[in-house]
């Protein structure tokens, strides 16, 4: 049975801006806040600041998924 990823995100550049202020890309899949907390937005390895279809479809043929659902927003 082929497998599909239902929910693909491409990220361009790692930076947002939402309530708590702005994140700033550290590296590596890693991002902090404007309040100093630090999070991983994606696994180490697949990306330092961006995850673009080449990274995903690196992934997804690691992985066996044939096909992805893009979403945008």
């Not at 801006?17 to 994140?23: F, I, L, V």
Request: proline share 1%.
């Amino acid at each position: 049975m082929k497998k599909i990823d239902a929910h693909l995100h491409l990220v361009r550049d790692l930076a947002s801006y939402k309530g708590n202020g702005r994140s700033n890309a550290l590296g590596n899949g890693l991002v902090v806040w404007d309040s100093g907390f630090k999070t991983r937005l994606f696994p180490a390895g697949w990306g330092n600041d961006a995850f673009r279809a080449d990274a995903a479809r690196k992934v997804m043929e690691d992985h066996d998924v044939a096909k992805g659902v893009q979403l945008s927003c």
